[in-house]
């Protein structure tokens, strides 16, 4: 999202202010200075406060990581980082190479995860453990980011993403499905109903976490001083960042060594988050291109399906936190409130990483839901089907669609 872009750009300058003073100490400390003694002597004298203070700095701009999320997150009482079960990739008529996992039994329950911008199927990692033994999980990667590949420079748009949902929910065969969407997650979910609203009889329900139905600008903190600056501050520094990525993406992993880039993260959960999740988000923010993610935040700019869910006819549920700067609650709000067929939970102390910090509320809400669309599925939660996932690697473990065989 476009706030955390922002708030990642100005903690990458701080933490190159911070690699430039350690640099300029160390150099004046090398070059010292000349001092005349009570002999009318010249002597070469070295300050050792510059020479250890550039030392303490260095050590910050490249080890800081290790330290910041212990001050910024609470200890870890379920872990959870990056890995990835089996996965294949599928083509799409976008010309992009989608990353898709399958993970559950055959037969049970079909939903499939879209996740938020910067992110990648990874951050599903919680409602992978948690609702595979109940339900047949997909989880994808959007285009440029993780191990999906953008076809072209116009697959980074909300219109291609919906194209690109409506590829994986065909190769997950006929059954309906529950999408489930975070940010630019659910913004793809409404664009795909917006542009294609007779897919509605393929699915089951409608799942939006923490997002929004128009620019993303005009409903996060500060949007009047965010929207006047997106013309004349914010598009040219993006696009700046598209010429000059492969410096931006250097910048990038320095501000992610130094922590810097953990403390922008931050403003984007709760009070719940550990730090676990909270490395695990900023490692994928700063390892996905900085080219795409500035694609992708200029096509948010120009994106609206304001109205997309006025004619509904799927049953959708929509979840906000309360506490979330990047879509606020209001949006949320205005988003159940465009139809008779949409409700709206409030989930207390999150921020926009709810889903993340607070996955045991967000994963029973989903699961939930989905039983309640699909009551022929109802049995199985209280009698579960044998687990196809491994909680602690994520290995799919069970037998595979042969539609879609990950």
């Known amino acids: 999202m476009p706030l955390l872009s922002i708030a990642r750009f100005l903690t990458a300058l701080l933490s190159l202010a911070i690699l430039v003073v350690a640099s300029y100490l160390l150099w004046s400390w090398r070059e010292g200075d000349l001092v005349r003694d009570a002999d009318g002597l010249l002597r070469h004298v070295r300050e050792d406060w510059r020479l250890w203070t550039a030392i303490g700095l260095f050590a910050w701009s490249f080890l800081g990581r290790s330290l910041v999320p212990l001050a910024l997150a609470r200890r870890d009482q379920r872990p959870t980082s990056p890995e990835r079960g089996r996965g294949q990739i599928i083509p799409s008529p976008t010309g992009s190479s989608l990353y898709v996992e399958t993970h559950g039994p055959i037969g049970a329950p079909l939903v499939i995860l879209t996740h938020g911008w910067g992110m990648d199927s ?3 990692r919680y409602a992978r453990q948690d609702l595979a033994d109940r339900f047949r999980v997909i989880l994808w990667d959007l285009p440029g980011l993780g191990a999906s590949k953008a076809g072209s420079r116009d697959a980074i748009s909300l219109e291609a993403f919906a194209i690109d949902l409506a590829t994986v929910l065909e190769a997950a065969g006929r059954q309906p499905a529950v999408l489930v969407g975070h940010s630019i997650g659910g913004m793809t979910i409404q664009t795909l109903i917006r542009d294609n609203p007779q897919i509605q009889s393929r699915l089951a329900g409608l799942v939006l976490l923490n997002t929004t139905y128009t620019n993303p600008l005009k409903t996060m903190i500060f949007h009047s001083l965010l929207h006047a600056l997106q013309r004349p ?8 960042t598209i010429l000059l990525h492969p410096l931006a ?6 501000s992610y060594l130094s922590g810097s880039a ?3 993260q931050r403003i984007g959960y709760g009070k719940f988050v550990t730090r676990s999740q909270l490395e695990h988000t900023t490692l994928l923010t700063t390892r996905n291109s900085p080219a795409v993610l500035a694609r992708g935040d200029l096509a948010m700019f120009g994106w609206d399906a304001t109205g997309a869910l006025a004619k509904l006819r799927t049953p959708a549920l929509v979840v906000g936190g309360d506490r979330d700067i990047v879509t606020k609650l209001e949006a949320n709000r205005a988003i159940a409130n ?6 709206l939970r409030v989930v207390e102390g999150v921020n926009h990483m709810g ?6 509320v967000y994963n029973q809400l989903i699961a939930e839901f989905a039983l309640r669309v699909q009551p022929t599925a109802s049995p199985g939660l209280s009698s ?3 687990r196809a996932v491994d909680p602690d690697h994520g290995r799919s473990g069970g037998p595979q669609d042969p539609r879609l065989a990950l």
């Not at 501050?233 to 700046?240: A, D, G, N, S, Y």
């Not at 465009?338 to 409700?343: L, N, Q, T, V």
């Not at 889903?355 to 045991?360: I, N």
């Open 122 to 124: 990874t951050f599903w």
């Open 233 to 240: 501050v914010l598009e040219p520094t993006m696009k700046l």
């Open 249 to 254: 993406w250097l910048l990038k992993w320095q």
């Open 262 to 264: 953990h403390l922008a």
């Open 338 to 343: 465009e139809s008779d067929m949409a409700e």
């Open 355 to 360: 889903p993340m910090e607070r996955a045991d």
């Open 384 to 386: 579960p089907p044998q």
